[in-house]
């Protein structure tokens, strides 16, 4: 067995945990090892519950190419992570907190959030999202700053069954046989047709820890937001959201539906964002963001600036994926353009208060589909960095502001990647290694739907070119 001296004091604190939480729990059987890597879905593996002392151990190991799968769960043999260097295990290594009951499990099951320590280097591995914005957050702490951050969530409901195509269809209300069919903006009776599954999710959540607050219906057939409270901790904000896309997806399977995060599942309806809301504190607890006016104060500007001149640069963290630009459109609802306005929601960055515990930001451009880890990542670099240079973010925007003036996001995915790939900001938000692989793993994904001819490209050109 390695020896663990940077984490000892983690397992050790996890022992204690653990073995209170079977104490508490002596029926369970499983436990259900959780790990995020650059996209897709949590993966990871089942332990019976007896073998729990393996975690604490530091016995239990994910390969290290887990964290840069792509998202269909296959290596990328560009990243030299697999089988071209042996594909070397990492040691599991357990986040504090986050040992939760599966409510919607069918036997007695637990689960846990892990990171992945580097056995050889005798340290946490670089590429591990959880590790890069735990490194982002260290920097605030070491000027005597805490970041504070909430997550918005917006997903659509769709039926267990695609339809005849094979795209994502509605789900029928409950107790009908009809479709969401019909704009349902803040629609209570469209809440109130869904309202078990909603109230399974809210117990879920209560369950785990999730500090769920506000639902609503958002504009989509079948799509809702539900946002979460802040948390003076951007880890566990970021975990948080990442565990709280698992439970609406299994609360949806219980109820005969299912879940996307897609930001664009359907072309004619608003896409699903990803909007986080971040204040700053400092040692005395105070909000640095805070006016004595309306207007925002020097700092909170140069918050706003730092992430304004690192937008486009850290573009393909909020958009990682080939559909997440189908969302990033003219004529949508998500924000293209980059500028800031104090209650306008086609700002990229928008200050919804100025004033009191409540003066904070709101970054707006991220997709459901994006990594929390690395989109919270993306705002405490920016925000560190105007902190830092002073910077000026311009004239907040107005109803008639032309927006035609501004430097707009783009549309287009290869720039997006091209973009991160040479920009000095993305390279310095992390490290050297972490920016490769992760450039590395976009443009694989990238050459995969490049060089993928579509159904309907064949219905458009085969017989008519």
Same mark, same amino acid.
């Given at each position: ?11 050790e ?65 560009a ?36 990171? %992945?320590?580097? #056995? /050889? ?7 591990? &999202?959880?590790?890069?914005?735990? +490194?982002? @957050? *260290?920097k605030?702490?070491d000027?005597g700053?805490?970041?504070v ?7 659509? %409901?769709?039926? #267990? /069954? ?7 269809? &509605?789900?029928?209300?409950?107790? +009908?046989? @009809? *479709?969401?069919?019909?704009?349902q ?13 909603l109230?399974q #999710? ?8 999730? &500090? ?17 409270l ?25 109820h ?7 930001p ?12 986080v ?16 006016s ?30 997440s ?11 293209i ?28 451009v ?5 990594n ?15 902190l ?17 003036s501004y ?18 900001s ?40």
């Amino acid at each position: 067995m390695p020896t663990l001296t940077a984490v000892q004091p983690q397992l050790e604190q996890f022992q204690i945990e653990a073995d209170a939480f079977l104490k508490q729990h002596p029926d369970l059987e499983k436990v259900e090892i959780l790990y995020a890597g650059f996209c897709g879905p949590l993966r990871g593996k089942w332990l019976p519950a007896e073998m729990l002392s393996k975690l604490c151990e530091g016995a239990v190991r994910l390969p290290l190419s887990t964290v840069a799968l792509d998202i269909w769960g296959v290596d990328v043999p560009a990243t030299g992570l697999a089988i071209e260097r042996g594909d070397p295990d990492g040691i599991c290594i357990p986040v504090p907190g986050t040992l939760k009951i599966v409510p919607w499990a069918k036997v007695p099951t637990a689960q846990i959030l892990v990171t %992945l320590f580097e #056995i /050889e280097e005798q340290k946490p591995t670089p590429l591990d &999202p959880r590790y890069v914005l735990e +490194t982002a @957050q *260290r920097k605030f702490q070491d000027i005597g700053l805490t970041p504070v951050v909430a997550t918005e969530l917006e997903f659509y %409901l769709t039926d #267990i /069954e695609p339809g005849p195509t094979g795209l994502p269809q &509605p789900p029928f209300i409950p107790g +009908t046989n @009809q *479709r969401l069919e019909a704009s349902q903006i803040y629609d209570l009776d469209v809440m109130a047709q869904f309202e078990p599954f909603l109230t399974q #999710i809210n117990r879920a959540c209560q369950v785990q820890g999730i &500090p769920a607050d506000t639902t609503i219906a958002e504009f989509g057939h079948g799509q809702f937001e539900i946002n979460l409270l802040h948390v003076p901790d951007a880890l566990k904000a970021a975990d948080h959201c990442l565990l709280f896309k698992r439970i609406i997806r299994q609360i949806a399977r219980k109820h005969a539906m299912d879940v996307t995060f897609m930001p664009k599942p359907y072309g004619n309806e608003s896409g699903s964002g990803f909007h986080v809301h971040t204040s700053v504190l400092d040692a005395k607890g105070t909000n640095i963001f805070s006016a004595t006016s309306q207007e925002a104060n020097p700092t909170l500007r140069h918050a706003v600036g730092g992430l304004l001149d690192t937008l486009l640069d850290m573009q393909i963290l909020f958009a990682p994926h080939a559909n997440s630009y189908r969302r990033l459109q003219p004529g949508s609802y998500a924000p293209i353009t980059c500028c800031w306005g104090y209650d306008h929601r086609a700002a990229a960055i928008r200050v919804p208060a100025t004033h009191g515990k409540g003066a904070r930001l709101e970054h707006r451009v991220a997709g459901a589909d994006a990594n929390p880890y690395l989109v919270v990542t993306a705002l405490l670099e920016g925000i560190y960095l105007g902190l830092q240079n002073k910077s000026d973010p311009g004239s907040p925007i107005t109803t008639d502001t032309d927006l035609s003036s501004y430097d707009h996001l783009t549309g287009s995915w290869e720039t997006a990647i091209n973009r991160w790939q040479h920009s000095k900001s993305a390279q310095n938000m992390s490290s050297q290694e972490f920016h490769h692989m992760y450039t590395v793993s976009r443009t694989a994904e990238h050459e995969v739907f490049a060089r993928t001819v579509t159904e309907f490209e064949c219905q458009t050109y085969a017989k008519k070119v």
